[in-house]
């Protein structure tokens, strides 16, 4: 598991690798040096980051062999899956709105 530092305030906090993030983001709000809006705006922002993440990895991994449409359904479930079934974090971490996406999953 990679744990990411968090800089809330101009002070980093770095979990432990048995502390979730969530946990770590409570603690911090706990004590007052965090907001529950900058919490969740760092939640979400790593679910972008992850979803952004299995797309250039679905994309980079041994696409000679695979036509675009198996690709694409591919990096679709793949997004989905690392935005935590959120479809609007996995819709912009795709590049596509939210709609095209909907349309994507239908034809798949």
Do not use: F, H, W
């Not at 706990?30 to 939640?43: F, N, P």
């Not at 695979?66 to 819709?91: F, K, P």
């Amino acid at each position: 598991m990679i744990v990411e530092p968090i800089t809330v305030e101009e002070e980093t906090v770095v979990p432990s690798p048995n502390a979730s993030l969530l946990a770590c983001l409570t603690a911090q709000i706990l004590a007052g040096r965090l907001s529950v809006e900058d919490a969740r705006l760092i939640v979400k922002r790593r679910e972008y980051y992850r979803a952004q993440a299995a797309l250039r990895e679905a994309l980079d991994g041994g696409t000679s062999a695979r036509t675009l449409r198996e690709i694409t359904d591919a990096a679709i479930r793949r997004a989905i899956s690392e935005a935590g079934g959120n479809l609007s974090v996995a819709a912009r971490a795709l590049g596509v709105g939210k709609t095209t996406l909907y349309r994507r999953m239908r034809r798949g």
